[in-house]
C-alpha cells in the first residue's frame, strides 16, 4: 500500500490521486502523481529530465514538454511559484529539486490496532515506489488540469478535467512530428492535433499544437499568410478559451499577434502572461526572444534565449533561433557554434545546413559554404549543384523551391545587387502582404544597404509604430 506523506500543508495521499490542505482539496492525475512521490523520495536531491523520463514513462521517448507540463500542473495544484518556489525548485541545464520538508506518515494500520505515531522520517523505506516504479507499463502521460469549479458530488474537490489518453497519445506524437518542423512532419502533425480533438474536443493543449504547426507552415513558406493566419488564430483563441490558465495557450496567441496582427504590446503582454503562468516553458522564452530582437531589445533577447537553451538544450528550434539572433546581431562565430549544434541535433535538417551555410559566407569561408548550400541541397530534394556558381544564385534557388515565396526574399536579393528601386518595390509589397520579415527591419542585416533611403526609413516607422 502506498504510504501518504506531508509537504508542508499538504497531505498527499498518493493512492487515491489527491491533495490535501486545509480548505482544499484536488485529484491529481495519475502520471502526475508518479512525479510527485518520486521527487519526494528523492527530497532535496536533483532529479535530472532523463532519470524522470526513464522512471516514469519506462524510458519511451517523449519530449521535454511533457516533463515541464507535469512540474508545471504540479506547481499550480500546490500553490507554487517557479520564481520564488517553496516546493519545486528547477536546476537550470539539470532538472528539479523538492525544497519542502517531507514527513512520511504510517502505513494504514487494521482497525483496533493502536497507530502509536502517525509520521515518521523520510529514510523510511519505500516499498511500493519500488515495486510501482520497476512495474510501471501504462506510457500515456495523464495531463492535471484544475478547473475553477467546483465537484457537484464531492463539496470542496476541484473538478479535475482528465484527458482521454487515446487523445494524449495523439497530442504527444503531434508534438513530436512538429519538432521536425519540416513541411511533412507539420502537416502529420497537424493531423494529429486534430485526432486529439476529435477524441477530447476540450483537450486545450491540443488546440495550442494545432496553432503552432499552423503558425509553422507559414514561417517556414510551406503555406501562404491568408490560409495559415486564420487557422493559427483561430486554434490559438479556441485553446484559450478552454484553458485561460494554460502557459502554452497564451504563448501561440503571442505568436498570431506578433507574427499576423502586428500586434507589438498585445503579444509582448501574452509572452509575459505565458512566463508568469509557467516559467519553465522553453517555446515561451524563445518566441519572447525573437520579439524582444525584432524590437531591438539586445540584452533582453539575449537573456531569454540563453533561459530558454538551459531549459530546452536538446531543442532543434532553440538552436535555430539562437543561431539567427546572433546573425542578425552580427555575432557569426556564435551563429556558427548553435548551428553546429542544430545539426548535430538533426544531420539531415536541411534549413540547418543552409543556415550553416549562410554563416561560413559571411565569415568569407566560400568553399564551406558551397559544400553546406550543396548538401542542403541534397537534403531538400534539389538538382545537385554541377558546378561552382554564385552563392547568390544558390540562396536564390533555395527561395524559389519554396511553395510560398515572400516578397521580402525577393527585395532582399535587389537590396544585395544594388537595385534600390526594386528592392523597395518589393519592400512595399511585402508590407501590403503583411510579410512577417519585415518584423526584423531593425535587425536583418539584408537591409543594411537601404537604412538612410528614407523611404526605409518610412516603412519601418508604418511596421514598428509604438517602438
Same mark, same amino acid.
Request: proline share 3%; hydrophobic share 40%.
Given at each position: 500500500m ?7 500543508e ?7 490521486n ?7 482539496t #484536488?485529484r ?7 512525479v ?20 516514469i ?17 504540479l ?11 517553496r ?17 512520511f506518515?504510517?502505513?494504514e ?8 505515531s502517525?509520521e515518521?522520517s523520510i529514510?523510511?523505506s ?5 515495486a ?27 473538478t ?9 497519445? #495523439? ?10 518542423r519540416?513541411?511533412?512532419g ?7 492535433f ?7 474536443p ?6 495550442t499544437?494545432?496553432a503552432?504547426?499552423?503558425t509553422?507552415l507559414?514561417?517556414h513558406?510551406?503555406l501562404?499568410?491568408?490560409e495559415a493566419?486564420?487557422?493559427?488564430k483561430?486554434a490559438?483563441?479556441t ?16 505568436l ?19 512566463i508568469a503562468?509557467n516559467?519553465d516553458?522553453a517555446?515561451?522564452h ?5 520579439y ?18 538551459d531549459?530546452d538544450p +536538446?531543442s ?6 539562437a543561431?539567427l ?11 556558427a557554434e ?16 543552409k543556415?550553416l551555410g ?10 564551406e559554404?558551397?559544400?553546406a ?13 554541377k ?7 544558390? /540562396?536564390?534557388?533555395?527561395v524559389?523551391? /519554396?511553395k ?6 525577393v ?7 544594388g537595385?534600390?528601386?526594386q528592392?523597395?518595390h518589393w519592400?512595399?509589397?511585402?508590407y ?13 542585416e ?6 538612410a533611403?528614407? +523611404?526605409?526609413l518610412s ?5 514598428m509604430?509604438?517602438?
Amino acid at each position: 500500500m502506498r504510504d501518504d506523506f506531508r509537504i508542508h500543508e499538504w497531505l498527499v495521499q498518493p493512492q487515491l490521486n489527491i491533495i490535501n490542505s486545509k480548505d482544499t482539496t #484536488a485529484r491529481i492525475e495519475p502520471r502526475v502523481m508518479e512525479v510527485l512521490v518520486y521527487l519526494a523520495n528523492n527530497a532535496d536531491q536533483v532529479v535530472t529530465k532523463d532519470t524522470l523520463m526513464q522512471t516514469i514513462w519506462g524510458g519511451r521517448f517523449v519530449t521535454e514538454e511533457v516533463i515541464t507540463t507535469s512540474i508545471f500542473e504540479l506547481r499550480r495544484a500546490l500553490g507554487d511559484d517557479a520564481r520564488n518556489p517553496r516546493f519545486i525548485q528547477t536546476i537550470p541545464k539539470k532538472g528539479y529539486r523538492l525544497i519542502a520538508p517531507v514527513i512520511f506518515t504510517e502505513e494504514e494500520k487494521p482497525l483496533g490496532v493502536e497507530n502509536k505515531s502517525n509520521e515518521h522520517s523520510i529514510a523510511v523505506s519505500w516499498r511500493w515506489w519500488k515495486a510501482a516504479a520497476a512495474g510501471a507499463t501504462v506510457m500515456v502521460f495523464l495531463a492535471l488540469i484544475v478547473l475553477k469549479t467546483t465537484d457537484k458530488n464531492v463539496e470542496g474537490v476541484k473538478t479535475v478535467h482528465t484527458i482521454s489518453p487515446q487523445a494524449i497519445e #495523439a497530442y504527444t506524437r503531434g508534438r513530436e512530428l512538429w519538432a521536425r518542423r519540416n513541411e511533412d512532419g507539420l502537416k502529420k502533425a497537424i493531423k494529429e492535433f486534430e485526432h486529439a480533438i476529435q477524441l477530447d474536443p476540450n483537450y486545450a493543449l491540443a488546440y495550442t499544437g494545432l496553432a503552432d504547426s499552423y503558425t509553422l507552415l507559414e514561417t517556414h513558406n510551406y503555406l501562404p499568410r491568408d490560409e495559415a493566419g486564420p487557422e493559427a488564430k483561430s486554434a490559438a483563441l479556441t485553446a484559450l478559451q478552454k484553458d485561460e490558465s494554460l502557459a502554452e495557450a497564451h504563448a501561440s496567441i503571442a505568436l498570431v499577434k506578433h507574427l499576423y496582427d502586428w500586434d507589438w504590446s498585445g503579444a509582448e503582454a501574452e509572452y509575459k502572461r505565458a512566463i508568469a503562468l509557467n516559467s519553465d516553458y522553453a517555446m515561451a522564452h524563445n518566441w519572447y526572444s525573437q520579439y524582444l530582437l525584432a524590437a531591438g531589445r539586445k540584452d533582453e533577447c539575449l537573456r531569454e534565449i540563453k533561459i530558454a537553451s538551459d531549459l530546452d538544450p +536538446r531543442s532543434l528550434a532553440i538552436r535555430m533561433t539562437a543561431g539567427l539572433i546572433y546573425v542578425r546581431l552580427r555575432q557569426y562565430d556564435h551563429a556558427a557554434e548553435e548551428f553546429r549544434r542544430a545539426n548535430e541535433i538533426d544531420p539531415n535538417n536541411a534549413t540547418a545546413v543552409k543556415s550553416l551555410g549562410y554563416v561560413y559566407e559571411k565569415k568569407l569561408m566560400f568553399k564551406e559554404a558551397r559544400a553546406a548550400y550543396a548538401k542542403a541541397a541534397a537534403l531538400a530534394g534539389m538538382p545537385a549543384i554541377k558546378k561552382d556558381s554564385e552563392l547568390l544564385l544558390n /540562396q536564390l534557388s533555395f527561395v524559389l523551391n /519554396q511553395k510560398y515565396v515572400r516578397p521580402s526574399y525577393v527585395a532582399g536579393i535587389y537590396a544585395r545587387m544594388g537595385e534600390r528601386d526594386q528592392a523597395f518595390h518589393w519592400l512595399e509589397r511585402a508590407y501590403q502582404e503583411r510579410d512577417a520579415n519585415l518584423l526584423f527591419l531593425k535587425t536583418d542585416e539584408s537591409w543594411d544597404s537601404l537604412r538612410a533611403d528614407p +523611404r526605409f526609413l518610412s516603412l519601418e516607422q508604418r511596421v514598428m509604430p509604438a517602438l
